[in-house]
């Protein structure tokens, strides 16, 4: 079992920069690859980002791809969204997920957590 809490969402100017943390518990934090998704009011959730268990490898959804950076720390259990360049349309609850293999799909992940509100404004 794998409890997610995230955090470090906020409302933030166009063009800004946010950086959000989600933090695990247990002990086997490692064993999971680790993914971000958003939902945006109104619209399905969406992949955002994977990160393999060891952090070696990563994957992004084109509308975010150079702009937004995930990582993790395996010792302190979390996992990083670092959002550089926000536009509006970047507006949703942004959600992290783990996951035995991880991926683009949201079948892929077994544990969510509650989600952090970001809002963009113009």
């Known amino acids: 079992q794998v409890q997610l809490v995230e955090s470090g969402g906020g409302l933030v100017q166009a063009g800004g920069s946010l950086r959000l943390s989600c933090a695990a518990s247990g002990r086997t934090f490692s064993s999971y690859a680790m993914g971000w998704f958003r939902q945006a009011p109104g619209k399905e959730r969406e992949f955002i980002a994977t990160?393999?268990?060891?952090?070696?490898?990563?994957y992004y959804a084109d509308s975010v791809k150079g702009r937004f950076t995930i990582s993790r720390d395996n010792a302190k259990r979390t996992v990083y969204l670092q959002m550089n360049s926000l536009k509006p349309e970047d507006t949703a609850v942004y959600r992290c997920?783990?996951?035995?293999?991880?991926?683009?799909?949201?079948?892929?992940?077994?544990?969510w957590g509650q989600g952090t509100q970001v809002t963009v404004s113009s």
């Open positions: 990160i393999t268990r060891s952090g070696s490898s990563t």
């Open positions: 997920a783990a996951g035995a293999k991880g991926g683009a799909a949201l079948y892929e992940y077994d544990y």
